[in-house]
């Protein structure tokens, strides 16, 4: 199928891309422009599904008691590969233009991709000293009183059935996973 072959190509792209450092990827970016005389950010055409929220939007959400705006760094680097200062413009800055858009207090943050690796130690601190109360990962499971406040996990619902969904966020399907793996 022609149409796999650039689902395949973007996948194969995006995976490795993250696995590099922000200059790494500008400079192969630059690359891959001045060779096909395209500029990405011009030739991208993203789904609506993944498109950013508006500031308007994000406005309206946040009227909603039950719907808190976190962050998730400036540009979206994984930050146990750069250095301090990096690390705390990041989150600072991402933290200081949510506040000022929206005139709420952006306590809460995601790491940018959150799989084991992503986040560290130093990472943990320096989030924690930007002012942040907490941080998610992406890594999968469940939480509890003694939980590192800078490394929650997530429980996946994706697209489900109501016993499925209420299965996932009650920890009943993550007992019986380790029960079967015991």
Known sequence: MPGQDKISCDRFLRINLKSMDYVSIEKIVCDVEDKTDVKLAEAAKIP??????????ILEMTRTPKINIGSHTHNHLILARYDNAVIQNETVLSKKIIESKTGVNARLFCYPNGAVGDFNDRTKQIIK??????????????????????ELKRIGVGNTDLKSFIMNISGLKHFISRIKNA
């Open 48 to 57: 609506p599904i993944y498109a950013p929220l508006e500031w308007d939007e």
């Open 129 to 150: 000293e930007s002012g942040y109360s907490c941080a998610l990962t992406t890594v999968s499971g469940m939480n509890s009183e003694f939980s590192d406040l800078y």
